[in-house]
């Protein structure tokens, strides 16, 4: 310790010099001599009493110093721990925001996603106003030309039957002229009837398309619906094409219950799926993939809902068309086969009606399957009371 040290530095000096004071009294100096023995004595005190203060100023400044440095290093620690923990809340909410910043770029894309949806409904609402009121208007004059178109069919008959007669005494050559002529129009009035009949077809479609549903939802077995629609669309098939080559399959799930829909609407809904999915199927075994047409239709219970799968092995739906197949009018099928109507009806079926939904995945050149859920409340009375009736 520094003041120590200069106090013991010299320390062995000052002793000379008591001692040599000492020794000088003892002799017995003059008078004269005494004085200057007693002022050397005092200086001697005063400079004991100045090192003494010097020592004990330099011990305090040592505490207070010591003091300084452990209150210094206490408040670096408490910094350091506030900086810590600063650091950790900074962390914590930068996580959070990142949470919130996720869960708001959901709830986005559900908006917009909503939105598409309500777009797609409105559309579809104001076009089945539309279309009912043009069908409405199309139905009267159609039914005049399909009408006229019979009655024209047995009026020929009839001129037939009157002329052959006087054709035979007129000669050969000009009954059959005659006759070839009443062929062609024979034939003519006879398409005019046929594609009468095929607009009417269409008529009914959109009209019931339009209609509204009125019929009422009842506990229904729909793995027996399934099994009578796919039979239904098959012969259909069977009846307009007989090259038609396509198996259908079936995987039921037996739990399904009754569920609770309104089967006749359903029910078209499903024929129209499964009627593409049996389109496809067969119309991709005589193209690009070749193999044998397979349908596969399966059920599923869901803890609040029941899935319909319809799958084909037919040529897919590409990426650009997957939009628009819901749409009304939307068809890829030649003129004359299909009219577009479809899965709009499908879609206002299932979507409107039952308020489930449906939807489409397909990978080109494979596979298309359609899946249908219908939500099912969870203790619909009528729903678990009533056992599915039998086959
Ligand atoms: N299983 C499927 N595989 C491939 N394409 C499909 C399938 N189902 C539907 N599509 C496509 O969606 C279009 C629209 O189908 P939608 O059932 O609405 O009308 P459509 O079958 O053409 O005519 P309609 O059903 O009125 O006779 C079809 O023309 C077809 O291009
Ligand atoms: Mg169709």
Do not use: W
Request: glycine share 8%; proline share 5%.
């Amino acid at each position: 310790m520094p003041d120590n040290a200069m106090a013991s530095d010299i320390g062995p000096e000052l002793d000379v010099l008591r001692s040599a004071l000492e020794a000088l009294a003892a002799q017995g100096a003059s008078e004269e001599m005494s004085g200057h023995l007693a002022a050397i004595e005092k200086a001697y005190q005063k400079l004991l009493f100045s090192l003494d203060r010097a020592r004990k100023d330099k011990e305090v400044q040592f505490r207070l110093l010591t003091r300084t440095t452990t209150d210094l290093r206490t408040a670096l620690a408490e910094t350091e721990d506030r900086v810590r923990r600063r650091t950790r809340q900074l962390q914590e909410r930068t996580e959070e925001l990142g949470a919130s910043n996720q869960a708001l770029e959901q709830a986005l894309a559900d908006l917009k996603s909503m939105q598409a949806q309500l777009v797609h409904s409105e559309k579809m609402a104001s076009l089945g106003q539309l279309t009912a009121g043009i069908a409405h208007e199309i139905k009267n004059p159609l039914n005049f030309v399909i009408n006229f178109a019979e009655v024209s069919l047995d009026l020929i008959r009839e001129l037939r039957a009157e002329l052959r007669p006087m054709l035979a005494l007129a000669g050969s050559e000009r009954a059959s002229v005659a006759e070839e002529l009443l062929v062609d129009l024979e034939q003519n009035v006879g398409k005019v009837r046929e594609h009468g009949g095929r607009a009417d077809g269409i008529i009914r479609s959109m009209l019931l398309h339009s209609r509204g549903h009125s019929g009422t939802f009842q506990p229904t077995d729909l793995n027996q619906l399934l099994e009578e629609y796919a039979k239904l669309a098959y012969h259909g098939m069977r009846a307009q094409d007989s090259g038609f080559q396509v198996t259908i399959e079936t995987a039921l799930d037996p739990g399904l219950g009754a569920v609770n829909v309104v089967p006749q609407d359903l029910g078209r809904a499903l024929l129209n799926v499964i009627h593409n999915a049996c389109y496809a199927a067969d119309a991709g075994r005589r193209g690009n993939t070749g193999e044998p047409g397979l349908v596969l239709i399966s059920s599923r219970k869901l803890p609040q809902a029941v899935e319909v799968r319809v799958r084909d092995n037919g040529n897919g739906i590409p990426p650009e068309l997957r939009e628009k197949i819901f749409d009304p009018f939307f068809t890829t099928k030649p003129t004359g086969v299909g009219t577009g109507l479809g899965l709009s009806i499908a879609f206002e079926i299932v979507v409107h009606q039952h308020h489930g939904e449906i939807r489409v995945e397909t990978e080109p050149g494979k596979f298309t399957e359609f899946i249908l859920k219908i939500p099912q409340p969870v203790a619909a009375p009528a729903a678990t009371a009533a056992k599915p009736s039998a086959g």
